[in-house]
């Protein structure tokens, strides 16, 4: 089963925080007013957030 592209990314950042402690991600598009913002610490998800605007 393949991954969807939220869980892939979470998979990937907690990796990278594993190796160096703190990772975060940020993601947005201007057209559909999309927002999200993920931190990992030490290998586990701490936060997530994610914003869809209505247009």
Known sequence: MK???GDR???ILNKLSTKF???Q???THRV???HNWMRSLNG???RIYA???KR
């Open 3 to 5: 991954l969807a592209t």
């Open 9 to 11: 990314k979470e998979r």
């Open 21 to 23: 402690g703190e990772a």
């Open 25 to 27: 991600f940020i993601g």
């Open 32 to 34: 559909v007013e999309y």
């Open 44 to 46: 586990t998800t701490k």
């Open 51 to 53: 914003y869809i605007g």
